[in-house]
């Protein structure tokens, strides 16, 4: 059974990452994008993990994890090298109904990383139902090689279009017609018109 992708807005949140090696890193570099309020305990940290530390973007404790560090968190990610702690910090977090990844136990996780494709506030996760990280990071690879980096402008000049078609445009249908038309024309065009431009051009064909 597939996993159900939930995309969640995680600016802000307290969240917790037990371990300090390079999975840990690669968790927390992937979370940083999306700015998230991270505490890491980690017996030993690597270089980089205290370099983020040292530069403010995470909070960092040295020290072996305690019960109490769960307490606030909205999610966790544990990724120590230590099976039995991965399972205690995911058994914990079941109790308390909060979503945790368990890096080396599929079974104990409530939730899943997934490979990253973002471009602006277009974001492409992909999944292999913990299957085949090795296939979900080719095809994270593949459909990077795909998009030529426009899909975030597209997406945010569509953003403006649609606020106007919701003000101005009276039936859905109507402005169901004018985005598909308004997306054409930013697919094919090789340079991106404008908001202004994209505009008066779905008005004249209306
Ligand atoms: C279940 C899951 C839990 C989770 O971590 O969230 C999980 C679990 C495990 N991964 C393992 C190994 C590897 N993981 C990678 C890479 C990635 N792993 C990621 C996600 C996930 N990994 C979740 C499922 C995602 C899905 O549904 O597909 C990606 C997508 C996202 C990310 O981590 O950021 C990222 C690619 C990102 C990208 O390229 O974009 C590579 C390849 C590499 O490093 O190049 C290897 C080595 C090859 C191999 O083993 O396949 C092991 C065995 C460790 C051991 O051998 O002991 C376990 C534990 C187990 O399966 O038991
Ligand atoms: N999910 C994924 O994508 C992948 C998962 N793995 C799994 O991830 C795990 C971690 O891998 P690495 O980062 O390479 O390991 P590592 O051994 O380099 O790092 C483990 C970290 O956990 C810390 N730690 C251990 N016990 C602790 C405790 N009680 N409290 C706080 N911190 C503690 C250590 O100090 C260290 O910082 C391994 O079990 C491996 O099987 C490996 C590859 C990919």
Do not use: W
């Amino acid at each position: 059974m597939p996993y159900f992708p939930f995309f969640a807005n995680i600016e802000n949140m307290p969240c917790l990452v037990v371990g300090g090696g390079q999975v840990a890193l690669r968790k927390l570099e992937k979370l940083l994008d999306f700015s998230p309020i991270i505490k890491v305990v980690a017996l030993k940290a690597c270089g980089e993990i205290r370099e983020l530390a040292d530069r403010g973007m995470i909070t960092l404790f040295e020290r072996a994890f305690k019960d109490s560090d769960i307490d606030g968190s909205t999610f966790v990610i544990t990724a120590t090298g230590d099976r039995g702690v991965n399972r205690h910090i995911s058994q914990l977090c079941r109790q308390r109904h909060i979503p945790c990844n368990a890096v080396d136990d599929p079974e104990s996780c409530t939730f899943f990383f997934p490979a990253i494709v973002t471009e602006g506030d277009v974001c492409i996760g992909i999944s292999t139902g913990g299957k085949s990280p090795t296939l979900a990071s080719h095809l994270r690879k593949t459909i990077q090689s795909q998009t030529e980096g426009r899909l975030g402008d597209i997406c945010n000049v569509m953003g403006k279009v649609r606020d106007y078609a919701l003000e101005n445009i009276s039936t859905e249908q109507a402005r169901k017609k004018a985005m598909a038309e308004a997306l054409k024309i930013c697919l094919e065009s090789d340079v991106l018109p404008t908001e202004e431009q994209l505009i008066e051009m779905i008005k004249e064909r209306k």
